[in-house]
Structure formats: C-alpha cells, structure tokens
C-alpha cells in the first residue's frame, strides 16, 4: 500500500515536487542572475556616491544667539573654541576670558587675566590660530602672553560603572610666564601689538603710544643639566613708516612683518634676523580714495588677505619677480562684500577666511579655489569680531549692540571649483599661475594642489601616441588579414594576435621602462630612422617582386606578402641600428639626446612619450585589430565577387566596396581601442617619468589619470578631499570608457544588421 | 611602373607590411623575456682584468661580465674619462662586482678601451651571500673557530663539506623560527584577542583571567625552550669560515652561516652547469625572497598568484553562469536585455584600476569596515578585514572577470542548437532538467572557455591589486598550519606585482633584472598556455557545435 502511494507521488511528481524543483530553479537563477547584474551597476552608484559630495555646496546651520552676560564697557576682542567645538572662547578688551557652551550658552567659566597692579590694558593681538597664544599689550609697555587652556579629565559614571564621564574644565595659562614680558624699554603704553610665540621663541611687534615701531623677540633655551629656563631678550627699534598705522601682522615663523599704514599702504618689513630688521618695500594695494579696513594673514603665513572701506577682498603674496627680488603682488580679487570690510580672521589649518562687514554680513571665502563659499547676515549692525572653530567646523560672530551668534559649518570641500580643476591657479610662492597636482607634501600648512587637467592632457597625450602607432598597424593589418591573407597563414596570424591580446601590460611596461627606454636612449637615431624607413621599404620590396621573373614568384603566389616582409623588416631595422651610431657621430655630436637639449632645447626623457607610444600601441593593437578585421571580413562575398567581375583590381575593390561598407566597423574597433589605452595603467607607469607636465613633445612623460590613481590611492586618507578626487578620476575614466564602448558596441550593431540585409 | 603603383600592389604589401611587424613585435616580447630569463639561471663565467682608473692607476677586477654595448665616446668622455682615439664609438661592459660591503657599489659600467684582457682563471669562486649580494674572490683556506683546516686545493672539497653542513643548520633554525615560533606568536595573539573580547563584552572574571594568564606562560615555557634550541644552533652555525682573496689582494674571512650557496664557475663542465641550473631553478620557485626581494626565489608571489586566482575563479565562476543562464534563458528577451546584454559586454573595457578604485572603496573600507566592527571588534584598531587583503582582491578581481565568464556562457548557450532543448522538452522534462541535464552539459566547455579566459586575466592584472591587497613582502603566506588555516584578511604577493616591485622600486635595479625577467618569463608562459588552451578549447567547442548542428 505505501509503495502504491509513493509510486503514484512520484508520476504525480511532475505537477507536484518536479514543477516546485523547476520554479526553485528559475527563481535561484532569476534571482542570483538579477543581483549580480545590480551589483555590477553599483560599481557605477558607489564611484558617484563617493564624489557626489565635494560637488555639493558647503552647509551651514542658522545663526543661533548665545547670550554671555558682559560689562557694557567692556568689547569682544576675539572668538574662538577649543577643538571639538563644543565650549565657545570670548575676550575682552578688559582682559576678561569667557568660556561658554556653544550649544545653549551657558557660562563654564570666567577668568580676568592676571595684571599687574595699577597697570591697564592697552591692546590685544592673537598670533596665528594655530598656535591660539594670544597677548595683551599694557600701558607699561610690557605684553602678557596667554593661551586658552582645557583639561580633560575622566570620572566613572555613578550610573553605569562600564563609563567614563569626560569633563572638560577651562581655564587660561600663561606659556612664557606670570610675568609680563618687557616690549618697549622707555614703558610706553602699546597701542598696537602682534604677536608670535611657538615653541622657545616669541616675538611682537608694537607701536607706541608715541609712534615709535618697536621690536622685542625673546628665546628661551632649557638648561640640559638643571632644567632651568632663562629667557634671552632682543629688542629694536623698526624703521618708521609715513600716515597712521592701523595694522601690525607678524606672520607665524616670525620672519615677515607687515604694518598696513596710511589708510592704503604696506610697508613689508624682513624680521629674520632679530638684531638687524630691514624695511624691504612699501607698496600701495589700493587705490587712491580707497582705505584698507582690515587685514590678515592665511594659515602658514605666506598670504596676506585685505578688505577695504569698498568692500573689495584681495589677496597678496610675495612673489620673486625677473629681478630677483621679492614683490609683494596682487594674486586674486575675490568677490566683494556688501558693506565696509571690519574684520577678517583666517582659518586654523586651511586657506579658508572669514569676513565680516559693517552692515552685518559675514562671508565665508576659500583662496585657492577663489570661492565665496557662504554668506550670511547676522543682522544690521556692523559685525564686530568674527571667529573660526579650530577645525572650520563653526564659526562666531558678534556684532555690534549684538550678543555671540554662532553656528555650524560643514565645509568639506572647499578647495574644489571648476577654476582650481580645470585652470590654472596661481599658488602660494610660486612665481606665477600654473597647473599643478601635487597632493600631499610633509609640512600641515602645505596649500594642495588639485589641478586635474595636467593628468586629463598626460592622459590623452598617452592615448594619443599609442593611437599613432597603433591604428596603421592594427587597421592596415586587418585590412590584410581579412582580404589578401592565405588561410594557413590566417591560422598562424590570428593566435599570435590573440596572445598579444593576453600578455599582461605588466610586462609589456617592464619591458618599456626597463629595456626599451634606455635602447632607445643610446639609439635614439637609429630608432627614428628604423620608423621612417619602414614604409618605405615595404613599397620598395613589392616593386622588387614585381619586377622579379615570373617563374620565381609564382609558386610563392599572394597572400603570403606578410611573411615575405618579415626578413625584410628585421634587415632593415638592423641596417638602421648599425646606420644609427656612425649618423649621431657625423650630425649630432655622437649623441643625439644630449644634442636635441643643447642645440634645440627640447628636454629630452629616457622614459618618454615615444616608448609609451610603442609600448601601449602594442597593447592596443590586438583590440583594434581583431575587431577591424571581423568587419572587413563579414563584407558579404557577393558584393566583393561583384565588384571584381566588373572589372575592378582587388585593391580598388578592397577601396571602393569593402572599406566603405566595413568603415562604419573600422571606426568603433579605433573606439574601443581608445577605451583600452585611456584607461592603461601599468605601462604608464612603468615607461614614464610620471610628472605631470602639459607638453606635447613626443621626447617626454606625462602622468596620466589611471597612473595617478596607482601611485596615490593607497595613501589617500578616507573622506578628504584627495580621495574623493581620485575616486572622481575613476568615475571620469569609467563613465568614458563606457560611453565609448557603448557607442562602439552600437555602430558594430547596426553594421551587422546592414550586413544581414544586404 | 605606372600600371604597377595603379593595381595597388603598393598598397597591398603596406598592409601586409602591418601584419608582418605586428608578428615581429609579439615575438620579439616573447623571445626578449625568454632568452633574458632563461639565461639567468645558468652560470656566468667571472672574469678577471686589469682596469685603467680615471685617474692613471691600475688596478684589478674580479666579476660577472653583464652586458655590451657601444657607446659614443663623446658620452665617455663626458664622465671622465681619457680615452686617446680617433673612433666616435666604442664599446663598454657592464659588470658585476659584487663585493658590495667592501667596496659599495654592485654594478658598474667600464669602457672597454680601458680594460686589459679578460681571464677565466678556473679557481675564481662566485659565493651567494644572505647578505649583500655576491662575492668574488680566489679561495685560499678553509678554518674553523678561526683555524686552518684545509688550505689550496684541498680547500674546495672541504669547503663544500662544511657548507652543507651550515646550511643544514640554518635550515633547521629557520623552521623553527618561522613556523615554531610563528605558532607561539600566533596564539599568544589569539589569547590577548580573546580575553579582549571578553572585556568588551563585560565578562571577563578573575578565573578567566587566571586562566589567559596560564596559558600564557605555558606559550612562553615553549617558547624560551625553542629560544635554547636556537641559540645552539646559532653557536654551531658560527663554527666554519672561509678566507677569500679579493681583486685587490685583500683577504677576507666569510662566515659560512651567512653563505647560501658557492661555486667554481669557471671550473664547472657543461653538465656540472646543467645540473646548476636545473638546482637554481628549482631554488627559484621554492625559496623565499632574499635581500629586499632582488635575490633568492619567488614561491610566495607564486603561491599568493594561484591562491587568489583560486579564490576569484570560485566566486566568478558562479555568480557569471547564473547571470548568464538568466539573461539567456530566463529573462524575457527585449531592448531591456540587450541594454543590459551591451552594459555587462562593456564593462570589459572598462580600465581595471576603476574597479582597483571600488574595491578599496567598497570592498575595504565599507564591507571590511562593518565586519571589524561587528565581529573583530578586539582587534580594533588594528583592522582585520578593514584592511586590503586576499579575499578583498580575489572578490576585486572576480567583478572585473565576471563579463568574461558571461559572454563567453552566453555564448555557448546560444549556440546550444534548439532541436536539442525542444526533443527534452517534448519527452516531458521540465526546463530546469532540459537545461541541467542537456544545455548546461553541451555548453560546459563554452563555460570553461570562459573561466580559463578570466584566469589568464587575472593572473595578469596587477593596476586593481596594488589597490586590494598586493604587498612587496608578505609576512606569511594566507595558507598556513594556524587554525584556521585558510587567513582570507592577509595581504599576499603578486607575481606581476613582483616584476613591478622588484623592477622599479627596488634599491639596487641592475641586480634585479635577471630575476625580475625570469618572473616575467613565468608570468607569460602561464598565461600563454592558459590562452593557448582556451583557444584549443574553443575552436574543438564550434567544431563539435557544428556537427550538433545536423542532428
């Protein structure tokens, strides 16, 4: 009875278990099919996915009102927080320090700074952000240096015992002493002062209550036995300047001094040697009737940034002119505020400003990609003191009659706009505008450089010699291949070019760099004269064959041209080879490199665009001429027999008929051969130099996008700004490959359908 | 003439003239890397000849002569040199020295006007070192502890002995340091990640650290007795020395510890040579790489190459046979299909370093990322699969693969003729047998085909895995006798990351060459076969097609 039943499952199986395994089976396959096909879409979603948000615009929060409660005597001289942007930092020009939470206000703490008796406040000045020393200037001409100051400490949670409650407790400490520092020797009050101290040294620069510019630097060395400090002083007196002096700024290594004067003039002082300044130049920077209001100098002390009473935003640096002499030049001209400039403050760590203006608008600006990044107003009172969060991630504002307003800022990006990819940008010390990659360097204050368009050109200027060498070899020997070639040597030809297709470019760029480079350095004649003479020889050979009695050549018969050349070509590559030296030796000076720099002036490299050429050409021939022969070779037989029966020779048929119907095929191998060398990554590396110079000269390298990507990613740090702008080289190489491809994939398409209806 | 230039004869043989060096170009590669690998196991004769210096004197050279080439004097005068004659060109040598502690340089070219002429004396002795590459020099005595035990001819014979000896040695202190120790270390990490994970989660008691503790200094007991066994090892590998005569006369005692190998090349006969390069081969893709990866074998690139193509094919082979079989049999033909068909074909030309790009993106820092956190997390910060390694490059390189494992599917099973699935279909089988009992056969070696392809591809690829897990000098290889066993995060070597590597970023070039060639060499004969097979494989597949075709 069970048996029964098992039998008659087993017929009814095919509705039952058989049709449940089959839809199993379709849906496994459906499924696994679909996923991998979306999965290999999303290369394309995630590639974007990353690069999407260096495009996007910076964001910042609203404005929010913190109220820190304040003597109506009293003004804020300076705002900042400390790193994670969580306490807010206020001082006043009375020497009180506020810190506060930048999230709802609350005062933390509140200290005054410590005085000497009977002696007041005369100026303050903030060295360089990075640093965050600041100092007061007092009216017995000496200076109390300050910095803000946070310890952390931890204590186990008396709730959860698996915590720790971090505490945060501020306070202000005095990093060369209690004690204030001696600035003018005569005890004048400091009207102005600015500052820098980092590490051993410190140096200000002030002016007097009485007019006088003077200098005071201090070195303090640590006795190595007794740990004992002592501080050495030097002090001058600077030359002076004509007009009213409404700036001091002492950049941060201490050795450029820059006092804005006379409402539009910059008196640029040398303060390296601290026994003997020099009064360098005097330069105005604006026009007559217009009035410098603020000035700043960038993070890593080499940019100088002014606002004016117009509202105009300029940047100067130094700049080592013909004479060889250093001009303090305009660079760039950013775009205007609305109101008179008030106050300008740099960045901590990027070449990103802050600038606020007497009708309420602060305006966030980044100097290397000439940005405004974001404007704000806070109102319509004129902005009093603006402040950067250590890490540009907030900023604070006070305006006048107003109290804090603070907010968050994401700006990422803000080195990216189309002028700092695509054009050239004049950078920091650098005699003039150019492009330039250069990514990273050792030092933080480093200004990147992220000039995509040498790598674009190094890349098209590396597709573009391996297409010279690559589509007359692989287009003419298709055109052979598919028409005049006998089919035994087919059979030998189309394995050879397969397993051309296969060699690693690895080994194709070794072999450039490493063997064919420096060959071509020491022949450099013979290898041109080698190219040259090629062509010709395979004209002169076809005569010479002709001219050949007929009993000689007719067993031999057609199709058989490429292995009769083979001989040839090497004789006369070894003829150019031996003819190469005594040639360099009668016309070049014996060596033909050193003569095209000398006596042209063409730089010459031994890895250059001429190996790459070779070498990638080689890797794109089997692409190219394995498509381009499959189009000549599917012209249907009757039109050719046509033709032929008409009277034509197979050459004009081959010109007339085949070529022309089959263009359409020829055109996308040259596409698809294209993608191939775009994207080549190896050989690039290897048979180049690497650097990424705009030149065409066929004598030197490149760095291409693919290459660049090679060298680079593996250091690129996750999220910056340089990882995603590789990740937008992939995209770029990806998204042109493709698209070309594709409009190659689509000619091929519609050719073979003219070929079916033909 | 005219009537000639007019049939296009001319034309013809330009085009013929393409195929022809396109031929030479491709054989010439082959020939290029051949002929420079396969001589690089063979030994080279060392030459003695007196040199002219720049300044006057003469001295003399002991070493390898590794190249000729002419030169225009100009370029040699340029560096120096006085050479009186009319010629414009001459030629120059470049040859190894060796010696490289004593004298600092490896490598130098000299031109031939100021060489004398070349002797093969047959005492000259070619030592390979652990360190510093090469020496040359005339054997004189053979001591231990520092006394003479063999001296002049007898030397050789005894030197021999000795050799075997300390390399039998240093053998065995290498097992024990790299897989004895290497053991220890790894499970002594193993307890310290443990006892971290308990911490994370708050369990971590008294006991259980008594316990780690425990097994610690058991770890510790192994691990001083092997220290022992070492040192006594090392003791007796310090017994033998050999005295060398260089090329200026100095002497110089050389430890056999730090010798690997030494010969009489000048003294060896043709089959004595034979036998060495059959030897230096087999040293080549056993050993370990020596002295920053320019001396020694290359088994780790080897192995790591056919590990992580091992890994790739078993993914890509899959997930390209379901894609295919759905987009041929399953998925409803139409502009969508064909859309996606041109898409995954294309994808095949997309450069290699854009999907590098992705799978460090993706495959390291998102995927490898979320796995440290929710299952590594005591290892942290140290990553485990956050960081580029084998499974992360064989999964790189199974996506870039994955469209030649589908069009080449596709393809066989579009030329599955249809009597063949109609007569399963007609004798009652539903489609799933059709396909696994008859289509899935007839097209497996379109399928083979397919995979072979994408093994010949990646064995070459290198641009995506410097991105995903290739390193100079892997520490230990992803397979070892560690639980377990299988170690999918560690980085591995790569044989075209090797030629890369040793070829362009290696300090000393010049020495590299030969065995940055005979790499070369492995790396295309295996993918030349893979290809020729393929092919092979292919061309049988359309011919058995075709008889199908009658049925």
């Given at each position: 009875m069970e048996k029964i039943e098992t039998n008659i499952s087993r017929v009814g199986g095919y509705t039952g278990r058989r049709m449940a395994r089959d839809r199993l089976f379709k849906h496994v396959m459906t499924f696994g099919g679909l996923s991998v096909i979306i999965a290999i879409s999303a290369i394309f979603f995630y590639l974007a996915s990353v690069v999407v948000p260096i495009f996007m615009p910076a964001q910042m929060g609203d404005l929010q009102q913190v109220n820190i409660p304040k003597d109506a005597l009293e003004s804020s001289v300076h705002l900042t927080s400390e790193e994670q942007a969580e306490i807010g930092v206020r001082m006043t020009d009375r020497g009180s320090v506020t810190f506060f939470d930048l999230r709802d206000g609350r005062v933390m703490a509140e200290e005054k700074v410590a005085l000497p008796e009977g002696v007041d406040i005369a100026s303050f000045a903030a060295g360089d952000p990075s640093q965050q020393v600041v100092a007061y200037g007092l009216s017995d001409g000496r200076m109390l240096v300050l910095e803000q100051d946070f310890k952390v400490t931890f204590q186990v949670d008396p709730d959860d015992h698996e915590k720790d409650i971090r505490t945060i407790t501020p306070t202000i400490a005095y990093p060369v002493g209690n004690e204030p520092l001696g600035i003018d020797e005569t005890g004048q009050a400091l009207k102005r002062l600015t500052v820098q101290h980092s590490g051993e040294s410190t140096t200000a620069v002030a002016q007097t209550a009485d007019g006088r510019l003077v200098l005071a630097a201090f070195e303090s060395r640590s006795n190595m036995i007794t740990g004992e400090v002592t501080t050495e002083r030097f002090g001058i007196e600077l030359p002076p300047v004509e007009g009213e002096v409404s700036q001091l700024l002492l950049e941060v290594k201490q050795r450029d001094l820059y006092v804005v004067h006379g409402g539009r003039f910059v008196s640029h002082y040398d303060v390296m040697n601290k026994q003997a300044p020099r009064l360098l130049q005097t330069v105005a920077?604006?026009?007559?009737?217009?009035?410098?209001t603020a000035a700043t100098i960038l993070s890593g002390g080499f940019s100088l940034i002014i606002g004016t009473d117009q509202g105009k935003v300029s940047q100067w640096f130094q700049v080592r002119g013909d004479d060889n002499v250093n001009h303090l030049t305009h660079i760039r001209s950013f775009?205007?505020?609305?109101?008179?400039?008030t106050m300008i403050t740099p960045e901590h760590f990027r070449k990103g400003f802050l600038a606020g203006d007497d009708k309420g608008n602060v305006g966030l600006y980044y100097a290397t990609s000439n940005r405004l990044i974001l404007k704000r107003s806070t109102g319509s009172e004129p902005v009093r003191v603006v402040g950067f969060a250590p890490r540009a991630n907030a900023v604070l504002v006070e305006s006048a009659g107003n109290a804090i307003q603070t907010a968050r800022v994401e700006n990422d990006y803000p080195e990216i706009s189309f002028s700092s990819l695509w054009q050239k940008v004049w950078y920091e010390s650098y005699p003039e505008p150019e492009y330039n990659w250069q990514s990273s360097a050792a030092t933080s204050d480093f200004e990147p450089k992220f000039s995509v368009a040498p790598l674009t050109f190094g890349t098209l200027k590396a597709a573009f010699y391996a297409m010279l060498v690559a589509i007359p070899l692989a287009v003419l020997g298709a055109i052979f291949a598919a028409y005049f070639m006998s089919p035994r040597m087919r059979s030998v030809v189309k394995p050879s070019i397969e397993i051309m297709e296969a060699l690693p470019t690895v080994i194709l760029g070794f072999l450039a760099g490493l063997w064919l480079a420096p060959w071509v350095d020491n022949n450099l004649a013979g290898t041109l004269m080698a190219i040259f003479l090629l062509p010709f020889s395979f004209v002169i050979t076809a005569y010479v064959w002709h001219l050949l009695p007929q009993r000689l050549t007719a067993g031999i018969g057609s199709g058989w041209e490429a292995a009769l050349l083979v001989p040839v070509i090497l004789v006369v590559i070894y003829l150019a080879i031996q003819l190469g030296h005594p040639i360099e030796a009668a016309f070049f000076g014996g060596n033909m490199p050193h003569w095209l720099t000398n006596e042209l002036g063409i730089t010459y490299e031994q890895r250059n665009s001429l190996v790459v050429g070779i070498a990638m050409g080689f890797a794109v021939i089997p692409t190219i001429f394995s498509i381009a022969e499959d189009a000549v070779f599917s012209v249907p037989k009757h039109l050719t027999s046509g033709s032929l029966a008409l009277g034509a020779t197979p050459w004009q048929t081959l010109f007339f008929v085949v070529l022309l119907t089959a263009s359409p095929g020829i055109f996308s191998a040259i596409m698809v051969g294209m993608g191939r060398a775009v994207g080549e990554t190896m050989i690039v590396l290897m048979a180049t130099g690497n650097t990424a110079v705009m030149d065409l000269s066929i004598f030197t390298g490149f760095r291409t996008l693919s290459a660049n990507i090679g060298v680079e990613m593996p250091e690129a740090a996750v999220g910056t700004t340089h990882y995603r702008l590789l990740f937008f080289s992939a995209l770029v190489l990806f998204v042109f490959t493709f698209v070309v491809n594709t409009v190659a994939e689509l000619v091929r398409h519609r050719l073979r359908e003219k070929y079916s209806s033909l | 003439m005219r009537n000639w230039y007019k049939s296009g004869e001319p034309w013809v043989w330009t085009t013929a003239g393409a195929v022809a060096l396109s031929l030479i170009m491709v054989y010439a590669v082959v020939w290029l890397t051949a002929a420079r690998g396969l001589t690089h196991f063979w030994p080279k004769p060392v030459a003695e000849v007196t040199y002219q210096e720049r300044s006057g004197a003469a001295s003399r050279l002991i070493g390898e002569i590794r190249e000729r080439e002419e030169v225009s004097l100009v370029r040699l005068r340029e560096q120096g040199y006085t050479i009186d004659s009319k010629d414009l060109f001459a030629d120059r040598y470049l040859i190894k020295l060796g010696n490289k502690d004593l004298t600092g340089v490896d490598f130098k070219w000299f031109p031939a006007p100021m060489l004398g002429e070349f002797t093969y004396p047959k005492d000259l002795l070619a030592i390979e070192r652990r360190e510093w590459g090469n020496f040359y020099g005339h054997l004189k005595a053979v001591k231990e502890h520092g006394n003479v035990v063999a001296e002049g001819p007898a030397a050789w014979g005894e030197a021999q002995k000795r050799l075997a000896r300390s390399n039998d040695l240093f053998r065995q202190a290498l097992r024990i340091e790299k897989s004895d120790i290497g053991k220890i270390n790894y499970a002594l990490e193993k307890t310290r990640l443990s006892e971290r994970r308990l911490e994370i989660d708050g369990t971590l008691t008294d006991a259980a650290k008594a316990g780690f503790a425990q097994e610690r200094a058991a770890r510790e007991a192994d691990y001083l007795a092997l220290q022992q066994k070492l040192d006594t090892i090392r003791v007796a590998i310090e017994r033998d020395s050999i005295s060398v005569e260089t090329s200026d006369g100095q002497v110089v005692d050389i430890p056999l510890a730090k010798v690997a190998d030494m010969y009489l090349p000048n003294a060896m006969s043709v089959w004595q040579k034979m036998g060495f390069y059959v030897h230096k081969f087999y040293e080549f893709v056993s050993d370990d790489p020596r002295e920053a990866n320019t001396e020694g074998g290359i088994f780790p690139a080897i192995f790591g190459t056919v590990m992580m193509v091992l890994l790739m094919s078993a993914m890509v082979t899959p997930l390209g046979i379901m894609a295919a079989i759905y987009m041929r049999e399953y998925a409803k033909p139409g502009p969508v299909i064909r859309a996606i068909r041109i898409s995954v074909n294309n994808l095949a030309g997309v450069p290699s370093i854009v999907y590098g790009v992705f799978g460090l993106g993706f495959f390291v820092y998102v995927l490898g990322g979320s796995i440290d956190e929710l299952f590594f997390a005591e290892a942290l910060p140290a990553p485990t699969f956050g960081s580029p390694g084998i499974l992360w490059a064989s999964l790189t390189l199974a996506i870039l693969t994955l469209p030649v494992v589908i069009v080449a599917t596709e393809e066989g099973l579009s030329r599955v003729p249809r009597t063949i699935r109609e007569g399963s279909l007609a004798l009652g089988a539903t489609k799933a047998e059709t396909l696994w009992r008859t289509v899935l056969p007839i097209a497996s070696p379109a399928m083979m085909t397919g995979l072979i392809l994408a093994i010949a591809r990646a064995a070459g690829e290198v641009a995506p895995l410097m991105l995903v897990g290739v390193v100079k000098l892997a520490p230990s290889l992803p397979l070892d006798g560690n639980f377990p066993f299988l170690h999918l995060e560690r980085k591995f070597m790569h044989l075209g990351f090797h030629i890369y590597d040793v070829g362009?970023?290696?300090?000393n070039v010049e020495a590299a060459r030969p065995l940055v060639y005979a790499t070369a060499l492995l790396l295309v004969i295996i993918i030349v076969v893979l290809n020729l097979f393929a092919i092979r494989l292919r061309n049988r597949l359309r011919e058995r097609m075709r008889g199908l075709e009658g049925v």
């Open positions: 920077l604006v026009p007559e009737g217009e009035t410098i775009k205007p505020m609305a109101g008179r400039v | 362009f970023q290696s300090p």
